[in-house]
């Protein structure tokens, strides 16, 4: 009991409550999403509004600052000793089930209407885009539908990673060392640059008018986020990886080396 502790500390969390962490997880998320987003709104009308420049509000302003940052120190922290195997699981499942959900219905929607012209599509696969060319009645009922699930199933998380970037490259500046920070920074331009070809080429091809449409160039663009992009996916994400090219390795060793013997 009296033997001297090293400087290494282990936070305990809610590691005792096995699967109820999921449960947890589902209610701090939120939690703090709203916290934080009510205390910015809060903030922002009273630096926005004149009529509220009173000692009140301003301790008010205070209140909501001292909280944001309060609940940033904590509850992150938090959620990450929460995000056990399962709730990854429920998260990928999650973004398979909303994938698969919305290009079903786009593309139930989209067929229960009637096509009238030529039945060619100048494309290398079946796109919507090229669908609603093809189209008898106005198909502005299906783009607006398409747009709303670019909205919240693209932007959204290109936001996401964005910010998530940005909290990233703040820890990097942190770092001690130069060469900390540089081999930081190339991890991450790499990345971010998967990310910049993925979504900017389906922004590109989403979002561009159908007047300024050209076959040749929308195929360009497709080409991309559907082949280019997987493509860098093994190359920057794992062998770029020490800890899988040392993996790589003792596979390789392990198995060949054994079967030499």
Known sequence: ENQTVSGVFILVGFSYLGELQILLYLVFLPSYLFALMGNLIITLLIKLNPSLHTPMYFFLVNLSVSGICFITSVI???????????????????????????????????????FCGSHRIHHYFCTAQGLHKMLCSNPWKNMIF?????????????????????????????????????????????????????????F?????PASSSNPEHDQLSFLVYTVVTPV??????????????????????????????
């Open 204 to 208: 590109v091809s989403h979002l561009k």
């Open 232 to 261: 860098l996916n093994p190359i920057i994400y794992t062998l770029r990886n020490k800890e899988v090219k040392a993996a790589f390795r003792n596979t390789v060793d392990t198995r060949f080396g054994s079967e030499s013997v």
């Open 76 to 114: 992150p922290q938090l959620l990450v000793h929460l995000l056990v195997e399962e709730v990854c699981a429920w998260l990928a499942g999650a973004s398979w089930l909303i994938g698969i959900l919305s290009a079903g219905a786009q593309t139930t929607q989209l067929f229960s209407l009637p």
């Open 146 to 202: 398409s747009f709303v699930v670019l909205v919240l199933f693209v932007m959204g998380p290109f936001l996401l990673i964005l910010l998530s970037y940005v909290c990233i490259i703040s820890t990097i500046l942190k770092l001690s060392t130069v060469e900390g920070r540089r081999k930081a920074f190339s991890t991450c331009s790499s990345h971010l640059t998967v990310v910049a070809l993925l979504y900017g080429s389906a």
